[in-house]
């Protein structure tokens, strides 16, 4: 990721959960939708940074309200 901000080991999981998301997963989500057209306008780099920031924004929010995943509630703006 772009910034040396937090622990290196959680953002390079960040990064490869998010890598993994654009590149290998086959089934449509609204993640994959949005990053996929950052990766055009772009750049594959800056959208996977950006995808793994939606990630851990995502994380955070469940973390702290203790709430569980939700596909439908997942929006398209980071």
């Not at 594959?44 to 469940?62: E, I, N, P, T, Y």
Request: without cysteine; charged residues 25%.
């Amino acid at each position: 990721m772009a910034g040396k901000a937090g622990d290196r080991n959680v953002r390079a999981t960040l990064y490869a959960a998010a890598n993994a998301l654009l590149m290998r997963t086959m089934a449509g989500s609204q993640i994959k939708s949005w990053g996929m057209r950052l990766m055009r306008t772009k750049g594959r780099r800056r959208a996977v940074v950006a995808v793994a920031r939606k990630l851990a924004v995502l994380l955070h929010r469940m973390w702290i309200d203790g709430s569980e995943f939700r596909q439908e509630q997942v929006g398209g703006t980071a």
